[in-house]
Each structure stands twice: as structure tokens, then as C-alpha cells.
């Protein structure tokens, strides 16, 4: 299987075939659910019978002994297949193998040489000398060299789930109200001179399941944040309040009594005012299309807002920000909490809340165990030497607060039997669709500010569509190597040599359809998503609005991300003739096909798989946040305080409005909690 898998990198990717197909082998092992790792296997393995070969393609010859031109027809037959499966095949090989070739720096000492040939060369900015003062519990060490690793047990107030934009708010919170808390995080903890320097690095580190993180049958590709702060190490730092017509809906819809009033405005405006948001002042190359587009088209488009104070401009934002600038929920939130005595836990996967008598008064967490000269995992009794040891920790609270993201907390949840039928339900994705506009100058997307510019100018509901942003979607080269479109083993390199002059755009739709989150066999999160028409239709929308965008702003060749088609601008065109030419690509557009793993999708938020609201039979939670049971009574002690808990998708960047809604969340756990001493 190996062998064929080098043979599917070498017909993406030419070059560094056998390193690339080891490092997919190595990432599927970690990252992947074992029932997709057995049915991609399969195909590694059909592909090589002749039986099958000549059932599936007419003629009996291996896909290893085929010629490149045959394997490049086989692949695309699979892109365009009517058959699911061969659909997802083809996506979850092109996504991972591209993304490697792009994204891996070259084994040590030997650089990547497809960074110099495409011209890649990143910042590498100072590391501040001010160094994030979280030091989480020493808990990873074995109990002895040799023998088993011992339980842990330890006790506080409240407990909290994570330590992303919401659980952050909630420990700096308690904490400042005299709770004792601890913070369980499944990922790592990593202050600025510890921080991914490349891409490939930092999938694997800080990004939920290394970053190969899609829905189950591979359709939609998902970013998540997976460290101490969670999404807000790692994102783009656009911040963006909830629209008011959106809290209008959550009142009127879900019973949300407040949301849209002076309370909620207060905690925007504190949230805001902790990240130090203000508006963006540096507009790069990629931004420039926005603004310069807009301008043409008397659209409306500005800077956006952004959680930054003396930014670099050096485009490490999805690295984590070595210079300490960018305003993360670790130095916002968790610094001010851990000052005030908060107790952090990373590399802890929690696998249950505890329950007594319908009470909360607890959680059980799987801790990784290390080497304590290094810090490495220490491998576990199992065969597979990426399986690392664990040992049992036990946080006993008599109030607990699950944060752990809309892709996590619902499988804590149902792992710990609670029985809202709503649990992992009415899951929002933000579905993203993007286009790439081509310029005569350079763009260099991984360069500057991550986001600076965006146009609200489709951001309501119109008509059979949803509203959705306009912003620009900067990248180093692995991320745009799987997100543009692979049509040949030359027309993708083709593309990737022109990256430089690569300016992409993103419509980050308000999704109005919705997915769950369930459990595997294998305990594992399974994510199912389907578009609706209405989604469907606003993410053609965006197409075609982001292609007028980037023409507008002088764009010579234009790609939708997927499959093709593109359009060509040429000075040689009669009069006329261009903008006939671009009516067609426009038609085209219109009737992009989005069957799942046809065009390509993308989230980098997710919400309201366990949302709040006053329907005792849809809202697992309550409009405060407390978890309820079937039965509609709530469930004492425990409490949701993350993005989770969005009765619906909010069509802007969220993390604003999770941290405005775990002030929320934190007052009432507050009020009902113990009184501190």
C-alpha cells in the first residue's frame, strides 16, 4: 500500500514521492478514525488489483504500471465520478499529498526545493522577550522510569473544558470573582519561543487532528484550533461583533431575553476592549484587491478590526504570534487567570464529565505522559509506536464548564450519557467557497497582516441566498496547494510556480441547513454535514461576486477553487469580447456544482452543535448556558461556554461574540456556585 501511495504523490506532486508518502501514512495513523483509515487502504490496495482496474477503467494494467498520462485519467475520472466514494478517494489523497508537498520544510538540514523553485521565502520574525507567564501542572511524568503511570486527582471550584475563546474568558472570570479553577486542555501549551516555524509543523502541533481534520466523507476541510487558547493562538485575528439582525433572530427565535440589548453591547465592548481591538492601518497586497476592487465597483469594503497591538506584519499569525503582539485568549484571558491562582492542565483529553445523582462534580481526562528530560510522548503498551501512554487524572469541582470547541464538546458530552436529543445537533459550519485572481505584481499572501480588508456588501439575507463576507484568505503554500484546483500533474504546478501573484478571496457564508456531530465505534468525533439549497446558492453567489472582485481590481486569470472552470483575460480580446467571455465564466459559476467532493469546501468555524435557547425539546442549553437532560430539567453544575452554544450560524468571524457570550455564561455559574473561602 505504501508503494501505491508514493506512485498517487509522484502523479500530484512530482518530487519527494517516498518521503511524501511516508509522512501521509505516518499523519492518517494519528489523525484519521480507523474506519477511514481501513477504507482508504482499500482503495490503495484496489488500485493495484487487475480484476478491479479492469472493471473500473476497461483495462486490467495496475495503476503502478501505468503510464503518467493513464494514472493523471484514472484520478480525474475519480474527481468526476458519479460514484461518492471515488469522489472521496480522489479528495483525500489530493488534499493530503498536495499539502505535504507544499507544506513539509525538507527533512533536516535539507530545505524543501520546491520552496525556492515557487519562491517562498517566509518571515522569520523576532521572538519577544516577553514570553506568555502560563506554566501549566507538571502532571506527564511517569509515576516511575519503569512502572505504570498512577492516577492523578486534584480538586477546585469549577473545572473548566478547554481553554479556547470561551473557556478562557470563563477562568479569567471566575477567577477574578475568588473561584478556584482549573483549565483541562487536550492540546499543548507552547509560549512564543516554542511556536511552529513552518507550516507542516504547526498542523501537526496545533491544529485539531493535525490539521487533517474534514467531515466524515471528506467533502468539507475544517480548521480548529488545538492548544492552550485554543482557536485564538491560531487565527486570523479578524473581529467582527455578531450582527444585529442575528441577535434580533436569537431573541425572537430562541428566547435569548437580552442579547440584544446594553448587556450584551458591554460585553462586546469588554471583550474588545481586553484583545485591544482597532482597526487595521497596514493593508497588504491581497487586501489591496478588496479594497481596490470594491472601489471600481462601488461596493462597499474596508479594513477590518483585528486583536493586535504593534503587529509585525509578518504573516505567522497561523503559526501563533512569536512577537506576542497578537492579543490570544492566553494573553487576554488565561495570563490574567493563572496571575489569580487558575491551574492549567494541557495534554489532557478529557473523556468524561462525572455524574452523581444528576449532578455534575467532575471530570476524567486521559493525561499524555512524557519524557521529563525532553517532553516527548513516551510510546504506550501497544504495538504502534504512535499510540503515546496516558495516565488517569481526576479533576473533582462541583461545577463544571465544558468549552471545548462545537466539534469537541458534544462528544464529551454524549460520551458521559447525557441525553438531550439536541446534543451534537444544528451543527454551523460558516461553509466557505473560494475564487483566486492571478496579477501581473506580486501578492505574496503568507506576507503582512493575515486579514485586513473585508466587504459586508452581502452580508444579509437575500432573496433564496444567505448573506455572506468577503474576506481575503492568506496562506503559506501548503494550504493553498490542496485548496487550488488539480486538473493535471503540470497544470497544478503550473498554477504553484504562479503563487506569488496567487490573490485568493473567501466568502464565509451564514449557513441556514446543518450538520451533527456523533461518536465512532471508536470514540472518536464523526462529522456529517450536507449543503442545503439555500447554501448551495450563497456560496455561487460568492463565487461570482469574488470573481467580479478580483476583475475588478485587475486580475488577468481567475480559478474557482475545485474544479475548474477559469477565465482567461486577454489584450487581445475585439471589443466586447472580454466581457462576453466573462459572462460565460459568470454562468458557469452560477452552476457550480457543490455535490460533496466535487467543488471544494472549506470551515474555519464551527458552531451550535449544543446550542442555547428557551425550547426545552431543541435547546440543550438553557439562554444562561445550563445543560439540560431529555426531560428538560437542567443538569446541576454543568454548563456550556463556547461557540457551541450559537442557536445559529452568524455568517461573520465568531470568536467576538463566543467571548462575549461566556461573560454570559460566567455570571451565572458565578451566582450559583460556592461563595470563594
Request: with cysteine; charged share 20%; aromatic share 4%.
Amino acid at each position: 500500500a505504501l508503494a501505491t501511495l508514493a506512485e498517487l504523490a509522484e502523479t500530484f506532486v512530482r518530487g519527494g514521492a517516498v518521503r511524501r508518502s511516508g509522512l501521509a501514512a505516518e499523519a492518517l495513523s494519528r489523525a484519521a478514525d480507523p474506519a477511514q483509515v481501513r477504507q482508504l487502504r482499500l482503495v490503495l490496495r484496489l488500485l493495484q488489483s487487475r480484476v478491479v482496474n479492469l472493471v473500473l477503467t476497461g483495462h486490467p494494467t495496475p495503476f503502478r504500471d501505468r503510464s503518467p498520462a493513464e494514472r493523471e485519467r484514472v484520478l480525474l475520472g475519480w474527481a468526476s465520478s458519479r460514484f461518492p466514494l471515488r469522489r472521496s478517494a480522489f479528495q483525500a489523497f489530493r488534499k493530503l499529498l498536495t499539502f505535504l508537498a507544499y507544506a513539509d520544510p525538507g527533512p533536516p538540514g535539507v530545505a524543501n526545493p520546491v520552496h525556492a523553485a515557487i519562491g517562498y521565502v517566509p518571515d522569520r520574525p523576532p521572538v519577544t522577550t516577553q514570553l506568555a507567564t502560563i506554566r501549566p501542572l507538571d502532571v506527564h511524568a511517569p509515576a516511575s522510569p519503569t512502572g505504570p503511570a498512577g492516577d492523578i486527582t486534584l480538586e477546585a471550584d469549577v473545572v473548566i473544558v478547554g481553554s479556547g475563546a470561551g473557556g478562557g474568558v470563563i477562568a479569567a472570570e471566575l477567577t477574578r470573582a475568588g473561584r478556584s479553577v482549573i483549565v483541562v486542555e487536550a492540546g499543548p501549551f507552547l509560549d512564543e519561543a516554542h511556536l511552529p516555524t513552518d507550516e507542516m509543523d504547526a498542523f501537526s502541533r496545533v491544529y485539531l487532528n493535525h490539521g487533517l481534520l474534514t467531515t466524515w466523507d471528506g467533502s468539507i476541510t475544517m480548521l480548529a484550533g488545538s492548544a492552550v487558547g485554543g482557536g485564538t493562538l491560531v487565527n486570523w485575528m479578524t473581529s467582527i461583533a455578531v450582527p444585529d439582525d442575528v441577535r434580533a433572530d436569537w431573541v425572537r427565535d430562541h428566547g435569548l431575553d437580552g442579547i440584544d440589548g446594553p448587556a450584551f453591547d458591554a460585553d462586546i465592548a469588554a471583550v474588545e476592549g481586553e484583545l485591544g481591538v482597532a482597526p487595521t492601518t497596514v493593508i497588504p497586497p491581497k487586501d489591496a484587491v478588496i479594497l481596490r476592487g470594491a472601489a471600481v465597483l462601488g461596493w462597499e469594503a474596508s479594513p477590518t478590526r483585528r486583536n493586535a497591538t504593534d503587529c509585525g506584519e509578518c504573516g505567522s499569525c497561523p503559526f501563533g504570534c512569536p512577537r506576542g503582539t497578537k492579543q490570544s485568549g492566553i494573553r487576554a484571558h488565561l495570563a490574567t487567570a493563572a496571575a489569580s491562582g487558575a491551574r492549567i492542565v494541557d495534554r489532557a483529553r478529557v473523556t468524561r464529565i462525572l455524574l452523581e445523582s444528576g449532578r455534575a462534580v467532575g471530570v476524567e481526562a486521559a493525561v499524555l505522559v512524557a519524557d521529563p528530560a525532553t517532553g516527548e510522548p513516551v510510546p504506550g503498551p501497544s504495538a504502534d509506536p504512535l499510540v503515546a501512554r496516558t495516565r488517569r487524572l481526576i479533576v473533582r469541582a462541583p461545577q463544571v464548564v465544558v468549552a471545548g470547541g462545537a466539534l469537541r464538546s458534544p462528544g464529551i458530552l454524549l460520551a458521559s450519557g447525557l441525553d438531550h436529543p439536541g446534543i451534537g445537533r444544528h451543527l454551523r459550519l460558516h461553509p466557505v467557497a473560494v475564487v483566486a485572481g492571478l496579477f501581473n505584481d506580486p501578492i505574496d499572501m503568507w506576507r503582512g497582516t493575515m486579514q485586513a480588508a473585508r466587504s459586508l456588501e452581502f452580508s444579509r439575507p437575500d432573496g433564496d441566498r444567505n448573506g455572506y463576507v468577503i474576506e481575503s484568505a492568506p496562506g503559506h503554500p501548503g494550504l493553498i496547494a490542496l485548496a487550488l484546483p488539480w486538473e493535471s500533474t503540470d497544470s497544478h504546478a503550473d498554477l504553484l510556480g504562479r503563487i506569488r501573484h496567487v490573490g485568493p478571496l473567501i466568502a464565509v457564508t451564514r449557513d441556514g441547513g446543518a450538520g451533527r456531530v456523533r461518536l465512532t465505534g471508536s470514540g472518536r468525533a464523526r462529522i456529517d454535514y450536507a449543503l442545503d439549497d439555500r447554501g448551495v446558492a450563497t456560496l455561487r453567489h460568492g463565487l461570482v461576486s469574488m470573481a467580479q472582485l478580483v476583475r475588478a481590481a485587475g486580475a488577468h486569470q481567475i480559478v474557482a477553487v475545485g474544479t475548474p472552470p477559469r477565465w482567461h483575460g486577454r489584450s487581445g480580446f475585439a471589443p466586447g469580447q472580454e466581457a462576453r467571455s466573462f459572462g460565460v465564466f459568470e454562468d458557469a459559476l452560477r452552476s457550480f456544482d457543490f455535490a460533496p467532493n466535487r467543488g471544494s469546501v472549506f470551515s474555519a468555524h464551527q458552531m451550535g452543535s449544543v446550542r442555547m435557547g428557551a425550547s426545552v425539546a431543541d435547546h440543550p442549553c438553557d439562554p444562561d448556558g445550563r445543560l439540560r437532560t431529555r426531560a428538560g430539567q437542567p443538569v446541576t453544575g454543568l454548563y456550556v461556554g463556547d461557540g457551541s452554544l450559537f442557536p445559529t450560524g452568524i455568517g461573520v468571524n465568531p470568536m467576538i461574540t463566543i467571548m462575549a457570550l461566556a461573560r454570559r455564561v460566567a455570571r451565572t455559574v458565578i451566582a450559583e456556585g460556592r461563595a470563594p473561602g
